[in-house]
């Protein structure tokens, strides 16, 4: 494939293979200049492919960037003779899974996700005892979390929080400090033990080898004659020190990124890497990298470049104007919304009257900062009959056919869980009323004090209420028959599920609740919605393991859990189905995808 360069590529490949820092605006073509710098390097500098080494964020960019490469090369060039291309995490597991034994590191360890490293940090804090820091308090987890992160990010180790307590140390602060830091040991011990890894442990553990062996570092550089790094403002500290350890002192080092598009500081990215770029990746003269850009937008016309400029200017004084390519006509609308439930029905509207004049579903979507704003949206576009694709498992959580399932896994796994039982029990299935739970409840408050002068008590559940349904009186005949329905499905799939494992018992609970039947009863748009987010969630189902043992409910619903406070390892961009219905997805998610109306 022949791409003609913009005269800023053009002055990007006139420098050869040296350390360049590419200032790259949004829409300007990141992955076609890397692409081009690439080919330039082996069609006129003498380069050999496999002696390139690209890198960049995420597993899809990853793939697009080594088919955007494959079709830039030289047809001369032999198809077998690829150039080396991985994420940042990526290169790094590559270096560990080498030399990894020097520094203890089992080369056979498993990367586990960051929704599994939550739960294994919490389930070592809940198995000890602490006297300044507050096991109820859900926030303490998070900051333990936080403060493995930042160590991670910087190349620390708990030890030097508690070496650094006996210096600074002696109050509250302190003290709680040294006991997050003795929870993040133990976490790294139980890490061993399960023979995993996290992904800042990828970073530390092969760039702590690298720099006790200088002569490994040497080794691995001397492979290479030009790095190639793409989206490097979303890099941590210790990524970019891994990479001038290696690639330090005068090598090629060519890196495209923008400042503005630095969307992953909430787990580390550091803008100072790329604005310092120049000076920590120096040319072989000793020079200064040099410094160029590309402002030419393709993607949106000058009327909405000129508010994304102003925009930009207020929060960057210095950033580059962005031109579009073309002239087209624009529109930018904006709405100020009274509620979160005004703003939905006015998107709502909106997406009305752009599908009555011709435009698919499938080319509109919400970006969204949290999976928390999903529910209201998901409601009203329902309401509106428009279909809906939700990208994010913790934003899949909303969808009613969904919540759905997840509380009858709830109810399976915990039949005290009272919230989840009367979520089912407010459904359609069976229609109940606030009226009908509060009978329940007094016959459970009255059964409870009955049992307290018992020698052996036990918690009375509302599961057991039901049970007795025929007893309670007050009960309407139609309640009665309803909760006995509920009874007879819930002993069924009680029984019916033990030893099934997790996707399994999912589709039994979708059968034996004719979710399905009543999937195929809604309305055109509203099936829609349904199936494919029941497919999305059993698709997840299927794939998700835990750290050991089998898929179970009770560990799947604790990954659930997680991933609705904080979907960390939803980084990728999400894999649409290509049906006609309208995307939510969160804003880190979209990344690399375009929708013709956001």
């Given at each position: 494939?022949?791409?003609?360069?913009t005269?800023?590529?053009?002055?990007?490949?006139?420098?050869?293979?040296?350390?360049?820092?590419?200032?790259?605006?949004?829409?300007?073509?990141?992955?076609?200049?890397?692409?081009?710098?690439?080919?330039?390097?082996?069609e006129?500098?003498?380069?050999?492919?496999?002696?390139?080494l690209g890198?960049?964020?995420?597993?899809?960019?990853?793939?697009?960037?080594?088919?955007?490469?494959?079709?830039?090369?030289?047809?001369?060039?032999?198809?077998?003779?690829?150039?080396e291309?991985?994420?940042?995490h990526g290169?790094a597991?590559?270096?560990?899974?080498?030399?990894g034994?020097?520094?203890?590191?089992?080369?056979?360890?498993?990367?586990?996700t960051?929704t599994f490293?939550?739960?294994?940090?919490?389930d070592?804090?809940?198995?000890h005892?602490?006297?300044?820091?507050?096991?109820?308090?859900r926030?303490?987890?998070?900051?333990?979390?936080?403060?493995?992160?930042?160590?991670?990010?910087?190349?620390?180790?708990?030890?030097?929080?508690?070496?650094?307590a006996?210096?600074?140390?002696?109050?509250?602060?302190?003290?709680?400090?040294?006991?997050m830091?003795?929870?993040l040991?133990?976490?790294?011990?139980?890490?061993?033990?399960?023979?995993?890894v996290?992904?800042?442990?990828?970073?530390?553990?092969?760039?702590?080898?690298?720099?006790?062996?200088?002569?490994l570092?040497?080794?691995?550089?001397?492979?290479?004659q030009?790095?190639?790094?793409?989206?490097?403002?979303?890099?941590?500290p210790?990524?970019?020190?891994?990479?001038?350890?290696?690639?330090?002192?005068?090598f090629?080092?060519i890196?495209?990124?923008?400042?503005?598009?630095?969307?992953?500081?909430?787990r580390?990215?550091?803008?100072?890497?790329?604005e310092?770029?120049?000076?920590?990746?120096p040319?072989?003269?000793?020079?200064?990298?040099?410094?160029?850009?590309?402002?030419?937008?393709?993607?949106?016309g000058?009327?909405?470049?000129?508010?994304?400029?102003?925009?930009?200017?207020?929060?960057?004084?210095?950033a580059?104007?962005?031109?579009?390519?073309?002239?087209?006509d624009?529109?930018i609308?904006?709405?100020?919304?009274?509620?979160?439930l005004a703003?939905?029905?006015?998107?709502?509207?909106?997406f009305?009257?752009?599908?009555?004049?011709?435009?698919?579903?499938?080319?509109?979507?919400?970006?969204?900062r949290?999976?928390?704003?999903?529910?209201?949206?998901?409601?009203?576009?329902?309401?509106?009959?428009?279909?809906?694709?939700?990208?994010?498992?913790g934003?899949?959580?909303?969808?009613p056919?969904?919540?759905?399932?997840?509380?009858?896994?709830?109810?399976?796994?915990?039949?005290?869980?009272?919230?989840?039982?009367?979520?089912?029990?407010?459904?359609?299935?069976?229609?109940?009323?606030?009226?009908?739970?509060?009978?329940?409840?007094?016959?459970?408050?009255?059964?409870?004090?009955?049992?307290?002068?018992?020698?052996?008590?036990?918690?009375?559940?509302?599961?057991?209420?039901?049970?007795?349904?025929?007893?309670?009186?007050?009960?309407?005949?139609?309640?009665?028959t309803?909760?006995?329905?509920?009874?007879?499905?819930?002993?069924?799939?009680?029984?019916?599920?033990?030893?099934?494992?997790?996707?399994e018992?999912?589709?039994?609970?979708?059968?034996?609740?004719?979710?399905?039947q009543?999937?195929?009863?809604?309305?055109?748009?509203?099936?829609?919605?349904?199936?494919l987010?029941?497919?999305?969630f059993?698709?997840?189902?299927?794939?998700?393991s835990?750290?050991?043992?089998?898929?179970?409910?009770?560990?799947?619903?604790?990954?659930?859990?997680?991933?609705?406070?904080?979907?960390?390892?939803?980084?990728?961009?999400?894999?649409?189905?290509?049906?006609?219905?309208?995307?939510?997805?969160t804003?880190?998610?979209?990344?690399?995808?375009?929708?013709?109306?956001?």
């Amino acid at each position: 494939m022949t791409i003609t360069p913009t005269a800023e590529q053009q002055r990007i490949l006139d420098l050869g293979p040296t350390s360049i820092r590419v200032r790259a605006g949004a829409g300007t073509g990141k992955t076609t200049t890397v692409a081009l710098v690439i080919a330039d390097l082996v069609e006129n500098h003498g380069v050999e492919p496999e002696r390139i080494l690209g890198m960049t964020f995420t597993n899809k960019a990853a793939a697009e960037l080594a088919e955007s490469v494959a079709r830039s090369l030289p047809a001369s060039v032999d198809p077998a003779r690829q150039v080396e291309i991985h994420t940042y995490h990526g290169f790094a597991a590559q270096v560990l899974g080498e030399f990894g034994p020097l520094v203890g590191a089992d080369t056979r360890a498993g990367v586990i996700t960051p929704t599994f490293a939550r739960q294994l940090i919490r389930d070592v804090f809940h198995h000890h005892r602490h006297e300044h820091l507050d096991m109820t308090n859900r926030q303490t987890l998070d900051q333990i979390r936080k403060l493995g992160d930042q160590l991670g990010d910087h190349l620390l180790r708990p030890d030097d929080i508690i070496k650094a307590a006996t210096i600074h140390g002696g109050d509250e602060i302190w003290a709680a400090r040294v006991e997050m830091a003795e929870t993040l040991a133990r976490y790294n011990q139980a890490k061993s033990e399960l023979r995993v890894v996290d992904y800042a442990d990828l970073v530390t553990l092969s760039t702590r080898v690298l720099q006790q062996h200088p002569a490994l570092a040497a080794t691995v550089r001397d492979r290479y004659q030009v790095l190639v790094l793409d989206e490097y403002q979303d890099t941590n500290p210790a990524q970019r020190v891994l990479i001038t350890t290696i690639f330090g002192e005068g090598f090629p080092v060519i890196a495209v990124g923008d400042e503005d598009q630095t969307i992953y500081e909430w787990r580390g990215a550091s803008a100072e890497n790329f604005e310092r770029f120049i000076d920590h990746f120096p040319t072989a003269d000793g020079r200064s990298a040099h410094d160029q850009g590309l402002t030419l937008n393709r993607r949106s016309g000058q009327g909405i470049l000129d508010v994304a400029n102003e925009i930009r200017r207020q929060a960057n004084p210095d950033a580059d104007v962005l031109t579009a390519s073309e002239d087209v006509d624009t529109e930018i609308v904006t709405y100020w919304a009274t509620d979160a439930l005004a703003e939905a029905e006015w998107i709502a509207r909106q997406f009305e009257a752009l599908h009555d004049n011709g435009t698919l579903w499938s080319d509109m979507a919400v970006l969204f900062r949290k999976n928390k704003d999903f529910a209201i949206l998901i409601d009203v576009l329902g309401r509106h009959d428009i279909p809906v694709e939700v990208a994010n498992v913790g934003g899949l959580l909303s969808v009613p056919e969904i919540s759905f399932l997840r509380a009858w896994l709830t109810v399976l796994q915990n039949p005290e869980d009272s919230t989840a039982l009367a979520q089912i029990l407010f459904g359609s299935s069976y229609r109940m009323g606030i009226a009908d739970l509060a009978i329940l409840t007094r016959w459970l408050t009255a059964n409870q004090d009955d049992d307290s002068d018992s020698d052996e008590t036990h918690p009375v559940t509302l599961v057991e209420a039901i049970e007795n349904a025929e007893q309670i009186e007050d009960l309407r005949p139609e309640a009665r028959t309803r909760l006995l329905r509920f009874h007879s499905t819930y002993r069924s799939l009680l029984l019916e599920t033990q030893g099934l494992d997790l996707a399994e018992t999912c589709r039994l609970i979708l059968d034996h609740t004719r979710a399905w039947q009543d999937v195929e009863s809604l309305p055109p748009n509203a099936r829609l919605t349904a199936r494919l987010n029941l497919y999305r969630f059993l698709d997840l189902a299927d794939d998700w393991s835990p750290l050991s043992g089998r898929p179970s409910v009770a560990a799947f619903l604790d990954y659930l859990a997680a991933m609705e406070e904080e979907p960390a390892e939803e980084l990728d961009s999400a894999r649409l189905s290509g049906e006609n219905a309208v995307t939510l997805v969160t804003v880190h998610r979209a990344k690399g995808l375009e929708w013709e109306n956001v």
